[in-house]
């Protein structure tokens, strides 16, 4: 059973170790440096870790399949509408925080962006924490960010590149469309509608009209 099986992350490779056999399985390795961070969920049978050389490797206990998992940088500007999931897999790592997808097909990694002060602290993620009231706990080389995904009542959505230092607001407008289940969103400069589905997440951006021409200022 599971009370008798221990992953070992070592800086040489993933190892299993099953006390009621006493035996050690190598699962795999084909990364140099220290281990940063080591989940696994049960669920699916998998077994993540994060390495020193800014890799995520994924173990299969069904397939005994071993290899890189890709992490895709968290888009800025927003290209879909999505919360994090309180299934998500939070995991330290050197350039950031990776996010495995409550699927466990797709994972994340959100790092800090400069010009906003509410995004993660820079200096790379090295412990993750979720205590017993839900709070996620992200430490940092550069401080702590908490992060309350049960009592989240809203998400900030990038759509375009800004500072939150700039003095002028260039979202102009919002209108959400109950039939079509679509929020239309408008922006003075440059001028575009940006339209995302709530069933979806999907954003279009639309910067011309249905001849082709630029859209002018749009204020409401």
């Known amino acids: 059973g599971d009370a008798d099986q221990f992953w070992l992350a070592t800086n040489n490779g993933l190892v299993n170790l099953d006390t ?4 050690f399985t190598f699962a795999g390795g084909n990364y140099y440096g220290d281990v940063i961070g080591l989940e696994r969920d049960a669920a699916s049978g998998q077994v993540f870790l994060t390495t020193e050389s800014v890799e995520l490797f994924r173990y299969d206990e069904k397939t005994k399949q071993y290899g890189p ?16 999931g309180p299934n998500e897999i939070w995991m330290a790592s050197r350039p950031g925080l990776v996010r495995i997808s409550g699927d466990r097909q797709k994972a994340l990694l959100e790092t800090n962006l400069p010009q ?3 995004s993660l602290l820079p200096g790379g993620v090295t412990a993750v924490y979720t205590d017993h009231e839900g709070l996620r706990w992200a430490g940092t080389a550069n401080g702590v960010c908490i992060y309350d995904l049960q009592h989240s009542a809203s998400a900030f959505l990038p759509l375009m590149v800004a500072s939150d230092k700039e003095g002028m607001n260039r979202i102009s407008g919002v209108f959400f469309d109950d039939s079509s289940r679509q929020y ?8 575009a509608v940006f339209i995302i589905s709530a069933e979806t997440g999907e954003i279009r951006k639309v910067t011309t009209d249905a001849a082709g021409r630029p859209l002018s200022m749009c204020i409401n």
């Open 20 to 23: 009621r056999t006493r035996t």
């Open 69 to 84: 998992f890709t992490t895709e940088p968290l888009p800025y500007p927003s290209t879909r509408l999505q919360r994090p």
């Open 116 to 118: 906003l002060s509410g």
């Open 184 to 191: 239309f969103v408008c922006a003075a400069e440059p001028a």
